[in-house]
């Protein structure tokens, strides 16, 4: 018999190979796609940002080294020392448990490195502590690394209360009224109240919450706010947080509420002009040269040189004073009216000094002689 070749007899032949193929391809797709998985986490891990430390440990007045690769180019970052963590649950109480008064801010390179000298302080809360290095703006990321503060108290971390969620379920509002001061240029202040709900399993206690004023076109500045409370699973609770702004401010602000990383809500808040600011400077520019032109005059009114007038009114001699109680005396009406052209002629004579009584013309003609005569 001949035998035959043609697409018959090769399906056939093929057919172990593409069994074999189909068996071993099953086992291999696990191993496949675990590769392709691992790869973006690979590229994650090396993107993620790291903190060293030159010591591990150091007692208060000393200084440590604090270095860091990963993180953004040109980014501003916030260096602390804070009790009551640890690199896997981070800083619990925020940075209320944080030395801020030793703290340090360093600005990273181009490649995102940097390396700053921090003063070793105590923290309000006892160790275990941690070196927290945070970014200050823009993408929030943050890294922490073991630090043990020599003679600084240690303490039990508190019970992990994982597993609650809050949500807020009403619309958010600013409560509160201005002053007369902010009509001056004092803070403006307000209540951010709000309510939230435990969605998780487990209660909530003592939620750090952060409060984000943002003006215009510049990013939210984040600060910390903690409410002192348990919200138990499936619960609600009514939360009031202090808002406040800067001293002058005016215009329109948003404020955000976040907690952990998710923003909660949002509240807009137009802030009124400190009218009184401009009124003050108005009725200084008034009152200070009208203060200023009176007291030239005054100056002038004293240094200014007296006229004969005045000298003569001032040297006159006071007349004989009358003594209370005496009678009258009576005046009679002829030597009244001889006193009058006395009077009179006194001050003709003043008015025309050259007709004085020694020097008149009719005085001084020489008298004829009687001689020859009878």
Known sequence: MTRRTGPETLRRAASPARLLTLAVLPALLPALFLSVLA???ARAAESAPTVSLSKK???????ITVSGKGWRGEALLMLLICGQATPERGVIGGTNSCANGT???VTTDEKGAFSKRLPVAEPPEPCPCVVHVATVTGEQASADAVFTVAGHPTAELPRRTGGGKL???AATRLEGDSSLLTWFGAPPARRLVFTVGNLGPAPVEDPVFEIGTAHGVYAPQ????????????GARARIALPVELSAGAHGDYQISLRYGKKVLAEQPWGVGRPWGVTLFWVLLCLVVPAAVFRIGMAVVDRIRPRTGGAHRTAGARPGPAVSKGLPRRTTPVARTARSAAAADADATTAVLPWFTPDSAPSENRP???TKGRA
């Open 39 to 41: 790869v973006p986490g």
């Open 57 to 63: 440990e150091a007692g208060k007045g000393g200084e």
């Open 103 to 105: 703290g340090r801010a």
């Open 167 to 169: 949500a807020v379920l």
């Open 222 to 233: 984040w600060e910390e706010r903690q409410w002192r409370g348990t919200v138990a699973p």
């Open 367 to 369: 008298r004829p002689t």
